[in-house]
């Protein structure tokens, strides 16, 4: 049956009804049925197809997709892409015409330059959505107030933003507390010469007192995410090296070419030379680092945010269960005398609508209301993130804490496909953190004096950097571990980089970005 014979159907059957029920309410006597007042016809439910790769529900009728069917009069089709091959799928699914009303999928700014060029994607306003979700856009740009950066192309915007309020936190450097006690530290280092005083006597001064000489001062993230080597350095110095950066002149300036990003590299040079990096940084990712930290081989890292250091955090748990007082640092006081943190930053690709919903203020609205309610209202916030109170989870304080084992589980219910702002909400951090969590955080990122540094273009559409960006990373990472490792000097062969990564498409680069700052700064 088709949309249109089906929803005629129903008018039909609405119809009769409400004559049947005008004929029972009059009790029998010969009045008209038409001389009844005429009772309103129930709305159809607005028929939504939503798409995510994370969090599948097990079947298609779970309790939280009735809860938010029943709650906003929807009824939805479930779209489960894979995880690993949603691209894939959703290739497949727009081949045949049929594109998703919510696309809460890991797409990237790239993606959604091509989506939108394609016709796949809704292009929505601003303002609409400050008028359907207020409360969220609230949320949103308190975090960060440019968050609508990430979804505009050609002049419109083209989803609902997202952050992830974390990402703006930055790296934070960590030590092995005994070992700083071993060497006559209290605390960690607070400077530059403070941590080169550290990592020396961490590789010189038999910190294990084991008498042998086995160890480093630090190891860095030279295999898996070399936008990560030696953050608290090149963070000292006020420069990310794999970063759009702001110059004193106002200029956009790339971080791998300035001359802060060579003062890091060689004061690296001269920790490798002098043995207190691990030579082995080239092969490490972060589980070599935590591996590393916790088998007694180095005694800091830096590739940690506050989260990972929390005792339930990725190297905090390892530590503790090691025996491991884990220290966190504050960001290093640099050469200006100030302090800064490398952050990835909290901006986000926006969820996607599909084109179709541009046509289709209703059913776009509806979904605006639906976001919100389940981004910031309580109840649905709780039942979309954590399911059933009692039954998975329950609340301690403000506290969600998940139930073991519990009689259903998140999939059979239905949680985390229908809420794609889950853990994405600062208003809703109290639900995941406790009060002791939260403090930590707080500790050691809301430090008087620190400035975050972000990428002046993060989640930018470039699209000279969709054109360069590989091969200029190829050109950086090369040198610079060359560069750390004394192949490269940092002088003329940092010249002659700079040079090349102009030539190689950099030059480009830098334009677009110089235009798109002086854009939005009108």
């Not at 940092?494 to 950099?506: E, I, Y």
């Amino acid at each position: 049956m088709n949309k249109k014979s089906w929803l005629t159907g129903m008018a039909a059957l609405l119809l009769g009804t409400s004559l049947i029920g005008s004929g029972c309410s009059n009790n029998g006597n010969n009045a008209s049925p038409s001389s009844a007042p005429a009772e309103p016809e129930a709305e159809a439910p607005i028929e939504i197809i939503w798409a995510n790769n994370w969090n599948a529900p097990e079947g298609d009728d779970s309790y939280v997709q009735q809860f938010l069917e029943q709650k906003f009069n929807v009824k939805i089709s479930n779209v489960k892409f894979e995880t690993g091959t949603w691209k894939e799928q959703l290739g497949v699914m727009l081949a045949s015409g049929n594109i998703p009303d919510v696309l809460a999928v890991d797409g990237t700014v790239g993606d959604m330059v091509q989506w939108a060029d394609q016709g796949v994607i809704a292009s929505i306003p601003v303002e609409e959505i400050k008028q359907y979700m207020p409360a969220y856009v609230a949320d949103v740009e308190s975090i960060d107030p440019n968050a609508w950066d990430a979804g505009s192309y050609n002049g419109k915007n083209w989803g609902v933003p997202k952050v992830w309020s974390n990402g703006s936190t930055g790296f934070m450097p960590a030590y092995n507390g005994q070992w700083l006690k071993a060497i006559g530290y209290n605390g960690a280092p607070k400077d530059l010469n403070e941590l080169e005083d550290v990592l020396t006597k961490f590789t010189t001064g038999d910190p294990d007192g084991n008498g042998k000489k086995d160890t480093f001062g630090m190891t860095g993230r030279g295999k898996d995410a070399q936008t990560q080597m030696f953050n608290s350095v090149f963070a000292a110095f006020g420069v990310n090296p794999f970063q759009f950066k702001l110059g004193k002149d106002g200029k956009v300036e790339y971080g791998a070419i300035t001359e802060e990003a060579r003062q890091g590299l060689k004061l690296l040079s001269k920790w490798f030379e002098a043995g207190i990096i691990d030579p082995e940084f080239v092969t490490d990712d972060n589980g070599s680092i935590q591996n590393k930290f916790i088998s007694l081989r180095t005694g800091m890292f830096d590739t940690g945010m506050w989260h990972h250091l929390y005792k339930d955090g990725y190297f905090g748990q390892v530590s503790a269960d090691k025996g491991i007082e884990l220290v966190p640092g504050t960001p290093l006081t640099g050469p200006d005398g100030k302090k800064y943190a490398l952050s990835n930053g909290a901006l986000q690709p926006p969820i996607f609508f599909g084109a179709q919903l541009e046509k289709d203020d209703q059913k776009r609205q509806k979904i605006l209301e639906i976001l919100e309610y389940v981004a910031t209202d309580k109840e649905g916030y709780l039942t979309t993130v954590f399911g059933k109170e009692g039954v998975t989870y329950n609340l301690d304080g403000d506290l969600a804490v998940m139930v073991e084992e519990p009689e259903e589980t998140l999939a059979a219910l239905g949680v985390g496909f229908y809420n794609p702002l889950g853990g994405k909400v600062e208003a809703m951090t109290k639900y995941h953190f406790s009060a002791e969590k939260i403090a930590f955080r707080d500790q050691y990122t809301k430090i008087e004096g620190l400035t975050v540094l972000t990428d002046l273009m993060q989640s930018t559409v470039m699209t000279t950097k969709a054109q360069y960006e590989t091969i200029l990373n190829t050109l950086q990472t090369q040198y610079y571990i060359k560069a750390i490792t004394g192949e490269a000097d940092t002088d003329k062969a940092f010249d002659d980089f700079k040079a090349q990564w102009l030539k190689s498409g950099g030059q480009a680069e830098l334009d677009e970005a110089q235009k798109i700052y002086e854009e939005r700064s009108k």
